[in-house]
Each structure stands twice: as structure tokens, then as C-alpha cells.
């Protein structure tokens, strides 16, 4: 069984650019999220999506969105690119929509912010 | 501010010694969860805790859940440089997985 797959693994971007990382969850799991784990600071939570709605968000700035699609896959979204945003971001999906489930994670995409 | 606070930040050792992770708060949680994660990989469960004062093992792994359900520790006996990796415990929070911002566990051969 395939695990959660991120895309893509490596991306470089400047200041003010948009970024776009995807996510493809385990097969069979409704709910996506997403984590921002910048050097020293841990995983810290960013969006949950389940059945296509966004359930909860952390506290980032509105520049952060994503989407899932009816194929619970997702998409995460970062405007107006800052040197900050330079971080791994990871995702994970859990079979229920609860947010307390175990969570499976893909191995992440690492942007750059140069 | 992290919600779970973990100790030591860094933790360097020979293979064969012992080490323990500290994961404390001041809230009283349902669940706690530890994670490791491998450089270039995302974190892997290894166990989730639920019962004040239980204690799970896992092959050379210990884990144990304070009494009052606000602390965590993990024990590594023997350790050996597979053991290497940054370990993060976990707990739910207003209906988020929140993490601590983990130890970086070294096992020198």
C-alpha cells in the first residue's frame, strides 16, 4: 500500500513568488494535513482538510491556503513568498475526520526562499 | 510558546549507554503520542500513551505517561546509532495534533 506522497520533494523560490505543494494522501483516508516544521521551531500545525472542507487552521497568515479535492488529495498554497517561509512541509492523513487520529506522514516537501 | 515542552533540546551519546526524553505541560491531556523522525523523512509513530502511569515498552523503547497525564518520558536502553533521530511527542489540542519541538537523539558508534 502506497504511503502519503508528497511533490515536489525540492523547491526554490524568491521573495513575493507563489509556491504550490501537493499532497496524496493514503488510500482510503478523508483527512489531510498540513505541518510547517522550520529549523528549531517543531511541527507547527498549519490546515486540516476532511471530505473536501477545511476543519481548523493554525495561526498563519492568510497567505497560507490549500484545497482538497474529491480525491482527498490536497494542495497547499503559499503567496507572497517571505525568507521566513523557508521551512519542510510536511503532510499527513488519518482515516477519520476526528484530528486526534493517528497520523501518517509523507517524507515532505523542503522549500527554499532565497 | 510550545504547549509541550521537551528536554533536553540535544542529547549526544556512545552506543551501548541509556538515555531519557522529558516531554512536560501544564495541561492534562487525554492521549500523548511520541514520534521519530529520520533525517529526510517525515515522523513515524512509535507509540501513544492513554492511561495515567502506564508504561509501554517497545523492544529497547519505554514509555511511560505521568500519573496525572500532563508528562511523558521515553527511555532508550542500550541505545545504538539506529536510534538516531529527532523524537517528538504529540497531543491533541483544540482539536489539532500539537507537537513539542522534539529532541535530536545522536548515538555514536
Known amino acids: 500500500e502506497a504511503g502519503v506522497t508528497q511533490s515536489p520533494t525540492h523547491l526554490i523560490k524568491t521573495r513575493g513568488q507563489q509556491a504550490t505543494l501537493r499532497c496524496s494522501p493514503i488510500?482510503?483516508?478523508?483527512?489531510v494535513y498540513w505541518y510547517q516544521q522550520a529549523l528549531g521551531l517543531g511541527l507547527q500545525f498549519l490546515l486540516w482538510y476532511d471530505e473536501g472542507e477545511e476543519r481548523n487552521r493554525g495561526n498563519f497568515p492568510p497567505r497560507f491556503s490549500g484545497r482538497q479535492f474529491p480525491n482527498y488529495s490536497s494542495e497547499l498554497n503559499v503567496n507572497a513568498l517571505e525568507l521566513e517561509d523557508s521551512a519542510l512541509y510536511l503532510c499527513?492523513?488519518?482515516?477519520?475526520?476526528?484530528?486526534?487520529?493517528?497520523?501518517?506522514f509523507g517524507a515532505g516537501s523542503r522549500l527554499t526562499v532565497l | 510558546t510550545q504547549l509541550l515542552e521537551q528536554s533536553p533540546q540535544f542529547l549526544s551519546i556512545q552506543e551501548g549507554e541509556n538515555l531519557t526524553v522529558y516531554c512536560n505541560s501544564s495541561?492534562?491531556?487525554?492521549?500523548l503520542q511520541w514520534y521519530r523522525q529520520e533525517p529526510g523523512e517525515g515522523p513515524v509513530l512509535l507509540v501513544t500513551v492513554v492511561t495515567g502511569g502506564e508504561v509501554k515498552k517497545l523492544k529497547r523503547l519505554t514509555f511511560q505517561f505521568g500519573d496525572a497525564r500532563k508528562d511523558s518520558s521515553l527511555h532508550i536502553t542500550a541505545a545504538q546509532p539506529g536510534d538516531t533521530g529527532l523524537y517528538l511527542c504529540?497531543?491533541?489540542?483544540?482539536?489539532?495534533?500539537?507537537f513539542g519541538a522534539g529532541t535530536t537523539v545522536t548515538v555514536r558508534a
Open positions: 488510500s482510503g483516508h478523508t483527512s
Open positions: 499527513a492523513s488519518s482515516s477519520t475526520g476526528s484530528g486526534a487520529n493517528v497520523l501518517t
Open positions: 504529540a497531543a491533541v489540542m483544540d482539536y489539532k495534533l500539537s
Open positions: 495541561s492534562v491531556f487525554s492521549s
